[in-house]
């Protein structure tokens, strides 16, 4: 209900004793109260019709009338209606003057019609539109309901309740950006969606135009998606940033008073298809309570296309199958997968494998990353059980190899989309030239994945960066020793290193033997274990008796550096 409504209800005969603004006219009322008090405004609640006869109002000092006025607007009183009769014939001037230059509404009351009649047209209206928005809730979540049921998709979804309510609606992620909108108008809405401007002939003769913005204003509605997202509905409306509307002559009379009122700045329109509708939506919580039983069915379907397989098809699964195997025909396997989408080189094609800490937000920033990509790239997700694989490719649909200046960067891109903030971590290779170079850098990110960032400062080969995003680097041993099966790995140790392992110095020794191989002398070794020379020396030489070898001959000190780096990577495991 709204201050324009009193005024055109032909059985309260209320007149519009104030020259008032669009804004002021279309301002909610939520209750009517009934007070004598010069100062009633910390009883009231937002959005009330002020009754009084001004029985205490007797006087004539401007400063008080103007005191008087700005404590209800500080109380966010939406209008007065001031009963004439007794003690006041008519209303005071000094009521006008002051509420005219704070564009509050004063409505006056004939002697004959008592403020019960008033109250309880006020509350019979509001119980109406109470019910009315209720019954319409259910009816629009039945039908949500029989949609999802049918397979309808979300934006199908939406689009109905948009043509139902009137009220454009969005979905907003656990960062508060903008999943999905719908795109209807709400041409065939069953709501009326009131605005607080003027923008045609009304009855207080004003008209104009309003100066709005389309704002997304949450609702307050979560959305059950998953168990660790917090995912919201809000309502894209627009709004005002004038402030104030200024009609056809109408500029003067409310002096532009009303952008110093609280809540006409910026107010809510809640208006998409005035007079097309039954139910009057005035504002968010009216749309919460319109929207909350649909919301449930939302986050149902929200669920259900987060966390299923959204991307699974026999080629995508055919490409991720020959992207596992590590065999001689495994490059030629990769490469006709690869074919089916289009992609026919290799080069620059880059890998990544995208971990989140749900299902739910691994496939949100998939989404978002295909998005991302995809105008410059040919994107392939490829979905398992603990990650979500893509192959992404240059747009280059020839056997040529691709000019280096021709090769669109995707680092920055992936690092505006991937927050390891909360928990994205992404791990991608450096660009192709061969499909070989492909099936190896499959088994380097599985490696990657697999360490959780790694051991020893980081998984073999790779560089974590800000964001969550890691990049693989050049090939370093830790790649050789990972490639090799656990089985060989364990063989690998025992064979090279088993006694110097089982040696009752076995600490000081291997750590003698990572310092001896890793530096090109025993000068050097001393230095970075902190020892004598002759310490060295002296470990050195009981390493070679133990193992047989020598560790000044090439062949043997590569053979103890593989099975001292296997030691290492299955120690820290």
């Not at 959780?452 to 990049?471: D, L, M, N």
């Amino acid at each position: 209900m709204q201050v324009r409504d009193l005024i055109t209800d032909r059985l309260l005969r209320l007149t519009l004793a104030t020259p008032s603004s669009g804004l002021s006219l279309g301002a909610e009322v939520a209750q009517a109260v009934v007070t004598e008090s010069i100062d009633p405004g910390p009883y009231l609640e937002p959005h009330a019709l002020v009754l009084t006869t001004g029985l205490a109002l007797n006087f004539t000092d401007a400063r008080i009338w103007d005191g008087y006025v700005e404590r209800l607007v500080k109380a966010r009183v939406s209008a007065i209606a001031f009963g004439t009769g007794t003690p006041h014939s008519d209303v005071p001037a000094g009521l006008l003057e002051s509420a005219r230059t704070h564009d509050l509404p004063v409505l006056e009351v004939p002697r004959d019609v008592p403020f019960l009649r008033l109250q309880q047209t006020v509350s019979t209206v509001l119980e109406h539109e109470r019910f009315e928005i209720t019954r319409l809730a259910w009816t629009i979540a039945e039908e949500c309901t029989r949609m999802a049921s049918a397979g309808d998709d979300l934006l199908e979804i939406i689009d109905y309740i948009t043509r139902r309510s009137g009220l454009v609606v969005a979905i907003c992620d656990d960062a508060g950006g903008v999943f999905l909108r719908s795109t209807g108008t709400g041409s065939d809405a069953a709501v009326e969606t009131r605005t607080g401007s003027v923008s045609r002939g009304s009855a207080d003769g004003f008209s104009g135009g309003l100066q709005v913005e389309r704002r997304q204003v949450p609702l307050g509605l979560p959305l059950a998606v998953g168990r660790e997202e917090t995912w919201s509905l809000a309502v894209e409306v627009a709004v005002d940033v004038a402030g104030s509307i200024a009609g056809e002559g109408a500029g003067d009379r409310a002096g532009g008073a009303s952008a110093g009122r609280p809540g006409s700045a910026g107010s809510i329109r809640w208006n998409e298809a005035a007079e097309k509708g039954r139910v009057v939506i005035t504002n968010p919580e009216e749309a919460r309570t319109l929207l909350s039983p649909a919301a449930a069915v939302i986050g149902m379907v929200l669920t259900r296309s987060l966390t299923s397989r959204m991307w699974r098809s026999d080629a995508a699964d055919r490409l991720a199958a020959a992207l596992e195997r590590l065999d001689r025909g495994a490059v030629d396997e990769v490469a006709k997968a690869a074919a089916a989408f289009g992609i026919r080189s290799a080069d620059g094609v880059v890998v990544m494998d995208l971990r989140a800490r749900s299902r739910v937000r691994m496939h949100l920033v998939a989404r978002r990353l295909v998005s991302a990509l995809g105008a410059e790239h040919v994107v392939v997700p490829m979905e398992s059980a603990t990650r979500l694989r893509m192959l992404v490719a240059p747009r280059v649909l020839v056997d040529e190899r691709v000019p280096e200046e021709g090769k669109p960067r995707i680092e920055a891109t992936v690092a505006d989309v991937v927050r390891g903030d909360v928990g994205d971590r992404l791990s991608m290779s450096a660009p192709a030239t061969s499909w070989a170079e492909v099936v190896v850098a499959c088994a380097r990110l599985t490696v990657v994945g697999g360490a959780g960032g790694g051991a020893r400062g980081g998984a073999a080969g790779a560089a974590a960066s800000a964001g969550g995003v890691q990049v693989l680097e050049s090939m370093v041993l830790g790649d050789v020793v990972e490639a090799l099966p656990i089985v060989m790995r364990e063989v690998v140790a025992q064979e090279v290193l088993g006694p110097v392992l089982s040696s009752p110095d076995s600490a000081a020794l291997v750590a003698s033997l990572r310092a001896i191989v890793e530096t090109s002398s025993v000068a050097a070794a001393a230095v970075r274990m902190g020892a004598h020379r002759n310490t060295i020396r002296m470990h050195r030489d009981r390493i070679e008796q133990l193992l047989g070898l020598n560790l000044n001959d090439g062949a043997d000190r590569a053979l103890c550096l593989v099975a001292m780096e296997v030691v290492g990577r299955e120690g820290s495991r």
